[in-house]
């Protein structure tokens, strides 16, 4: 981990690599480095913190080069440290960055330490770079070096290769880590995100897993797993380089908040002929795939997660459709059953998701016939492997702490209760009030982002505070640990959420004046029970916090704030309630001082298990 940039021109490419880095510092990283091959040299620089450090070390003692490899590391072995960064270098000849876990680099340093090579970190990547060394010893082509190299590898990797003796050659491969070609004119670059290379190119080949790539000035020549040359697919990329920038806004978690109301119109865009959805949306195949699917199984981690739970509150109350859901990293370890005429959903922001792409994986050698990926990102490794595919189309979102990709994930997968409701026990009349609800959603959300100001004021009641409790019922619930998860995300004060019910199993013995307790009260079935958990935490003196339907009475509790929330219908009001509760998140975070976008410990991609 964490992100890989590198290229290979006809000019200096340092000054593109540092920009391709400033690019994936969204990711989270704790260090970073760039090394390029220069008349038989090896020149590298590595620095402890943020890509400006590495930045300024570079300003002071220049390097230059027309082929290099760059990274920024996110520690998973060995601690942040200047020696554990990226690339890593054996016998000043061969240099590689690094994305993934090499899950038997024990073994391998055991072999390589006998062989005479000396180890300079505690990384696993290290290792790599020996061993390919190691095979340099047999053999003067960098690309048969590699190849004989990944066949050793247990685990997952994208790795970037470079080596003195072929100055005119930089090697890529993948597997199970994401990693892409840019083509320039006369120049070609890799990186673990296309966003680190738009202002370079907007042509793109996306690796396939297991491929291997031989790139020089003038072309990619691109081998599959079994060593068959291959054609990989050139994709055009609509992204421009300006749409990862933060324009206006102070950071980038607050403009892709903003950012929700038209990310929710791009969603919806083009999927309905008079109002009514199109199964062709998910796929040309789709009607047939819903036709014959009995339940459905949602496949996700972390935020995706939340999403995926609201999810199955749907799926059966509104659709009559058996549904569960597991995490992803706990399903394909616990052998779990599973009916062949499932749906398999899985839901990932970027599709790279390691343990959701590994439990689709599991799924299908169980004998799942049929999958869909609700995703932000064409041309992922989940994409490819799902049978349907539903694009959120949010757009990049550079922020670790997830804010539209969640609400159009929920509008992706509310567009699916629909497709396949229809087909059980969901009333026309019910796919029309949700239809009319979603495309009045961007309206609504504008008007809670209204409430910017009041928010902002509210977060004040968090500075001295170290925990908080989010209460929710029904579909609200999932949401309530959405907030939660945002909150401990970016200002490091400890959150949880409970379903509001649960409060006399356990949770009130926390209740008490320096307690803030975050409730989200939509007019539905589930209030008058809420009001009597709103009750309970107001009688032991808890700060209560409420974000209530404007149509609603307010509580005449003087310890109770409330913040009145446009009418929507139930249907959606967990789409319109997670709004104000990033909102709080963000300016809790911003008033406690920490870094917003890139959170300590958080990587925005979990490639790795």
């Known amino acids: 981990m964490c ?6 021109a006809q000019r200096n490419v340092v000054p593109i690599l540092i920009e391709g880095l400033k690019r994936l510092e969204y990711r989270g990283y704790d260090s970073a480095g760039l090394a390029v091959t220069r ?48 690339p890593h270098v054996s016998l000043d000849k061969v240099a590689v960055v690094h994305n993934g876990i090499i899950e038997n680099h024990d073994t391998l340093r055991s072999a390589l330490r006998k062989n005479g090579f000396e180890f300079t970190s505690e990384t696993d990547t290290e290792v790599v770079v020996h061993k390919i060394a190691e095979q340099l ?24 290769v470079v080596y003195t003796e072929q100055p005119d050659i930089l090697v890529a491969c993948r597997k199970g880590s994401p990693l892409v070609i840019g083509i320039g004119i006369g120049e070609y670059f890799i990186a673990s995100d296309i966003a680190a290379l738009l202002p370079v190119t907007q042509r793109f080949i996306f690796l396939e897993d297991g491929d291997i790539a031989e790139l020089t000035i003038n072309g990619a020549i691109i081998y599959d797993e079994s060593g068959r040359r291959v054609v990989r697919p050139v994709i055009e990329s609509q992204l421009k380089a300006d749409a990862v920038e933060k324009g206006q806004y102070r950071h980038y978690m607050l403009k892709e908040i903003h950012e929700q109301a038209w990310a929710v119109s791009e969603t919806l865009e083009g999927r309905f002929i008079d109002n009514r959805l199109l199964d062709s949306a998910f796929g040309h195949n789709a009607a047939e795939v819903f036709d014959q699917i009995k339940s459905v199984q949602i ?17 059966e109350k509104l659709a009559r459709v058996p549904c569960a859901i597991e995490i992803a990293s706990e399903f394909r370890y616990r052998n779990p059953v599973i ?49 349907l595919v539903l694009m959120t189309r949010a757009g990049p979102e550079i922020g670790v702490a997830s804010t539209k990709a969640f609400t159009t994930q929920l509008v992706a997968l509310l567009m699916l209760i629909i497709a396949i409701g229809r087909r059980f026990a969901l009333p026309k009349e019910t796919e029309d009030l949700i239809v009319s609800e979603l495309f009045s959603l961007p309206g609504n959300i504008e008007k809670v982002l209204n409430l910017d100001d009041t928010i902002e004021l509210l977060s ?25 998860l945002k909150l401990k995300e970016i200002s490091y004060i400890h959150a949880e959420a409970y379903p509001a019910g649960e409060l006399k199993h356990g949770p009130l013995a926390l209740i008490d004046a320096e307690m803030p307790v975050v409730t989200v009260a939509p007019n539905n079935n589930l209030l008058e029970k809420l009001k009597s958990n709103i009750q309970e935490v107001s009688a032991r003196g808890g700060q209560l916090i409420v974000f209530m339907d404007e149509a609603l009475a307010e509580p005449s509790d003087s310890n109770v704030q409330i913040i009145k929330m446009p009418s929507v219908a139930n249907i959606v009001s967990p789409i319109i309630y997670t709004v104000p509760l990033q909102l ?25 298990e």
């Not at 008349?39 to 450090?53: A, C, N, S, T, Y």
């Not at 690309?143 to 970037?160: H, K, M, P």
């Not at 997660?305 to 509150?313: D, F, I, N, S, T």
């Open 137 to 160: 010893q047999s053999t003067d082509s960098l690309l048969d070096a590699v190849r004989n190299t990944i066949v050793t590898l247990e685990g997952a990797y994208a790795l970037g």
């Open 460 to 484: 004040q009641r968090f500075a001295d505070k170290h925990n908080a409790l989010f209460l929710g019922r029904g579909t609200h619930y999932p949401i309530a640990l959405e907030g939660a």
């Open 584 to 608: 709080l998140s963000y300016h809790v975070a911003v008033l406690k001082g920490t870094d917003v976008d890139q959170p300590r410990n958080l990587a925005k991609s979990v490639t790795v």
């Open 3 to 8: 992100g890989i940039v590198a290229g290979i």
């Open 339 to 387: 009916a062949p005429d499932t749906l398999v959903v899985t839901i990932s922001q970027s599709g790279e998701t390691a343990d959701t792409l590994a439990a689709l994986l599991e799924a299908k050698r169980l004998g799942v016939k049929h999958s869909l990926v609700v995703c932000n990102a064409p041309e992922s490794s989940l994409v490819r492997e799902s049978d």
């Open 299 to 315: 496949l996700a981690c972390g935020t995706s997660y939340h999403a995926g739970l609201v999810a199955r509150y749907w799926f």
């Open 39 to 86: 008349q038989g040299e090896i020149f590298r620089k590595r620095e402890l913190g943020k890509v400006k450090g590495l930045e300024a070390l570079i300003e002071q003692d220049p390097i230059e080069g027309r082929i290099g490899i760059a990274h920024t590391r996110w520690a998973t072995h060995g601690k942040p440290s200047t020696h554990n960064a990226h």
